[in-house]
């Protein structure tokens, strides 16, 4: 099976590449440039109403939900979930003149394997998420998220780690952690 753009109404340039069984839905905008393609890896999923910027690499087996906007040049690693309504922001200092002028501030935005975001997260400039890190609804993450945090709040704080036994039952997929450690 090769990928495919399931969705009506779904814009894709040029400049975007998607690996094999990968899929887009309905109401997306993926706009890549010549400098900055897309680069989507194989078998992953992307939700209706999302934006996907220019530069932004996604990784393989992935699972983006619905209406999510995704920020230039941000970095997803495999087998990363990102539920719905989930913004990443990389404008370090946001304004209409910068925008019209081209001179605004990027700081990318990465995302490591296995990591688990959930809904209505927003991500702030330069933050990177760790490796099996789960990031709870609602956070407003400004600071780099450690391997194997569980964070939550605004702004958000460490409150345990995904090896802790209370967390086991929540990822029954990492159950053996140690072969997550050595990929």
């Known amino acids: 099976m090769t990928s495919t753009i399931k969705g009506s109404h779904t814009l894709v340039n040029e400049f975007v590449q998607f690996g094999k069984e990968s899929t887009v839905w309905h109401f997306c905008n993926l706009f890549g440039t010549k400098e900055q393609p897309i680069i989507i890896g194989n078998n992953t999923q992307i939700g209706s109403y999302t934006e996907i910027r220019p530069g932004v690499t996604i990784g393989n087996n992935c699972r983006l939900q619905n209406d999510l906007f995704i920020a230039e040049q941000t970095i997803i690693g495999n087998y990363v979930f990102i539920g719905p309504g989930v913004r990443l922001m990389v404008d370090k200092f946001p304004s209409a003149l910068k925008v019209f002028n081209r001179s605004y501030t990027i700081a990318p935005i990465t995302i490591k394997d296995y990591a688990v975001i959930g809904g209505g997260v927003l991500l702030g400039p330069g933050v990177t998420v760790g490796k099996c890190a789960f990031i709870g609804m609602g956070s407003v993450v400004i600071r780099d998220v450690p391997d194997y945090a569980v964070?939550?709040?605004?702004?958000?704080?460490?409150?345990?780690?995904?090896?802790?036994?209370?967390?086991?039952?929540?990822?029954?997929?990492?159950k053996d952690f140690k072969a997550i450690k050595k990929k």
């Open 151 to 174: 964070v939550v709040g605004n702004p958000a704080r460490q409150i345990g780690n995904v090896h802790d036994k209370k967390y086991a039952t929540a990822f029954p997929e990492f």
